[in-house]
């Protein structure tokens, strides 16, 4: 009786496993490059799932050495951050446009 369960629960395990893996293919595509910094935990710069891109929040993080900008000024650090996504969204063949007010005033 108690060989029965274990099989019993192992086919339930085996058939939840199936069921979440199937469920994950949902045609999700990862972006990743080396023109932005890597990131600090276990997630993606970026995925794409269908027409949809969701990027990871950029710090002022030198992608070369993944080193904080920490004295620089706000400006220097928001060109940094739009350059660190416009290397994510390069890598996906995107673009990212700025208006030139952006650069006229702190930010």
Known sequence: MLSLT???LLG????VSFGIANAQ???KNVISTLNAPKP?????????VSKT???TGQ???DPKTNLAMANASIEDQTRLVL???KGVLAADELTIV???QLSSSKI
């Open 53 to 55: 891109i969701y990027l």
């Open 6 to 8: 274990a099989a019993g």
């Open 12 to 15: 339930l395990a085996t058939s």
């Open 25 to 27: 293919d949902t045609g």
């Open 59 to 61: 710090l002022a993080t």
């Open 98 to 100: 700025l208006s030139q």
């Open 83 to 85: 350059e660190n996504l």
């Open 40 to 48: 600090l935990g276990p997630y993606s710069q970026s995925i794409r």
